[in-house]
């Protein structure tokens, strides 16, 4: 068998004072593993579970360990063989998963007994969690690469058809009188294809932002101007909060994608508070000495710049959250998103080598922390 190995032990219920009397516990029941194998103490009520051969130490906690407890106590009443996995919290903070199988057996007394075995599943647990974690990475990467491809296509081909229009949208407006209905027709025309072209544009930068050029730039101007853009038309309710420390904060990266990340988190933040509210943001240096694992994407150890778009308006649910980044979600309505903006972001901090935490709750606002290799 792969994994550490199971240890074996045989259990008795009865305690140093003899615990069960009839169908009750008194105030405890032991598993005694044998001299090398240590002893696995099920108190009645108190979830403490002691495992010392296994190196878990004494597991106390709320929650943790109770089901363990509770599944040995009825084993031990209705003399049934129990197979169960329980996270337990260790005394220096840490949490074991353990997975622990008993056959009951009657001793010659007739009290209940168990030869059972004890496994720490922690490690596995953890690969396979991570494992799909990555799977869940790599089919939104492969689904990210085929819409864009798809997506850069089909704008590269809608722009010629734009172009049309705006060339005889133009000549119409040229041509009729100031004040004519057939004017005003003529710049509903050039207004409709304007939208069609912004559109088209932030498709071309989401199937680029798969390919961008890197240089070393400063985000901290970047992201001071593109506040500067965004106070200019910022809703009177709304304010706008930012901090950025006065050194150089240089990354590997493209100013004008730069540029889109900041625009598409604030104006998403600044959509989700029609009510008003507080927009942060927040700019500095971050350095990890270990790899560090964030909602979206895990961070290699070294130094990063964080980049902290914070609203304090009305947040997502689990169900959402989870759909974010994908091309063309969108819970806005038709004409008011393209659900392109995150998808915009995420292509271009994951291309880079970067990656993004997202805390959100309904109506407790959201955090967007953006990190960018430096
Ligand atoms: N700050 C935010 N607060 C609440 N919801 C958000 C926020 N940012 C993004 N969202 C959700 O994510 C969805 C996708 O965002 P995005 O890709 O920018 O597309 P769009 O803004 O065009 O809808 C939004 O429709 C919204 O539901
Ligand atoms: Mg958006």
């Known amino acids: 068998m792969s994994g550490p190995p199971w240890k074996r032990c045989v259990g008795s219920s009865r305690s140093a004072s003899g615990a069960l009397t009839g169908n009750r516990y008194s105030n405890s029941t032991e598993l005694s593993c044998g001299p090398e194998s240590g002893v696995l103490s099920v108190a009645s009520l108190v979830p403490v579970i002691l495992l010392p051969v296994f190196r878990l130490g004494a597991a106390k906690g709320r929650g943790h360990g109770r089901l363990v407890q509770e599944v040995i106590a009825r084993a031990s009443r209705e003399m049934t063989n129990f197979d169960v996995e329980n996270r337990l919290l260790m005394e220096d ?5 353990v997975h622990l199988i008993g056959h009951a057996m009657q001793s010659s007394s007739g009290e209940p007994e168990f030869v059972g075995a004890v496994m ?5 647990k953890w690969a396979l969690a991570e494992r799909a974690r990555l799977e869940q990475r790599l089919r939104q990467a492969e689904k990210m690469e085929a819409v864009g491809r798809l997506a850069g296509g089909i704008a590269h081909d809608f722009n010629n058809v734009l172009a049309g229009v ?23 025309v050039l207004t409709a294809a304007s939208r069609g072209r912004e559109l088209v544009e932030q498709i071309l930068a ?3 932002s798969q390919r961008g050029k890197r240089a070393p730039v400063d985000v901290a101007p970047v992201v001071a101007e593109t506040l500067e853009l965004i106070r200019g038309s910022l809703p009177a309710n709304i304010r706008l909060e930012s901090n950025a420390p006065d050194l150089p904060l240089v990354v590997l990266g493209d100013a004008t994608q730069l540029h889109q990340i900041v625009m598409n988190l604030c104006s998403n933040a600044i959509q989700a508070m029609r009510t008003g509210g507080t927009l942060r943001v927040t700019l500095e240096a971050a350095e990890f000495p270990g790899e560090q694992a964030l ?7 070294g130094r990063y710049v964080r980049l902290i778009v914070a609203d304090s308006g009305c947040g997502m649910d689990e169900a959402t959250i989870v759909r974010i980044f994908e091309p063309f979600f ?17 292509a271009i901090i994951t291309d880079s080598g970067g990656a993004i935490d997202v805390k959100s709750a309904p109506q407790q606002g959201s955090t967007f922390t953006i990190y960018l290799r430096g």
């Open 93 to 97: 903070g840490t949490v074991k998963t």
């Open 206 to 208: 989401f199937s680029r």
């Open 330 to 346: 969108t819970t806005k309505e038709i004409g008011q998103g393209t659900g392109l903006g995150l998808s915009l972001v995420y």
């Open 295 to 301: 909602s979206h994407g895990t961070l290699d150890p």
């Open 120 to 124: 720490d599943v922690t490690e596995q």
């Open 166 to 188: 705006f060339a005889y949208g133009e000549m119409v407006l040229d041509e009729a009188p100031e004040g004519s209905p057939l004017r005003r027709y003529a710049q509903n």
